[in-house]
């Protein structure tokens, strides 16, 4: 593995954010990826907010921030887990059109498919445990 990374943490409550536990093992699972490549980490950003909404992105600021930064410096944004990113495949499918490629540590072979694969399952995990109907019509 070879080039320049920028990671992104995120938890999506606080109660998430101060216990830490999600987050270091978020850091474990990046730092494991990366760990003996010929890699240049050009910034680490955390976040502690939900994902949720047709707004997700504007409710994020350090996840713009990487993605600008990942700009900037032709860099891939790297994630621990695709679900941390977010758990809806229209935001998902949003950032592999951005042009900011991003790998996720725990599928690091994934390509485009996998990944809207993964995130249908993601938003079909986090919707399940609400009920809801499906309008046909």
């Known amino acids: 593995m070879?080039?320049?990374?920028?990671?992104?943490?995120?938890?999506?409550?606080?109660?998430?954010?101060?216990?830490?536990?999600?987050?270091?093992s978020q850091q474990a699972l990046v730092t494991q990826y990366l760990n003996g490549g010929n890699w240049?980490?050009?910034?680490?950003?955390?976040?502690?907010?939900t994902g949720k909404g047709a707004d997700a992105l504007d409710k994020r600021p350090k996840l713009?921030?990487?993605?600008?930064?990942?700009?900037?410096k032709k860099a891939t944004l790297v994630i621990a887990k695709l679900?941390?990113?977010?758990?809806?495949?229209h935001f998902v499918t949003g950032l592999l059109e951005s042009g900011v490629n991003f790998v996720a540590a725990?599928?690091?072979?994934?390509?485009k498919v996998m990944i809207q694969m993964h995130a249908v399952m993601a938003e079909w995990e986090r919707d399940s445990s609400f009920p809801f109907i499906l309008n046909t019509h």
Do not use: H, I
Not at 3 to 23: D, E, I, N, P
Not at 64 to 72: G, I, P, V
Not at 106 to 111: E, G, S
């Open 64 to 72: 713009k921030e990487a993605l600008t930064l990942c700009r900037k």
């Open 40 to 49: 240049e980490l050009v910034g680490e950003f955390t976040e502690v907010e």
């Open 106 to 111: 725990d599928m690091p072979r994934a390509d």
């Open 2 to 24: 070879n080039g320049k990374f920028v990671s992104y943490l995120r938890v999506s409550t606080a109660k998430q954010g101060q216990s830490g536990l999600s987050l270091e």
């Open 83 to 89: 679900d941390r990113l977010a758990r809806n495949v």
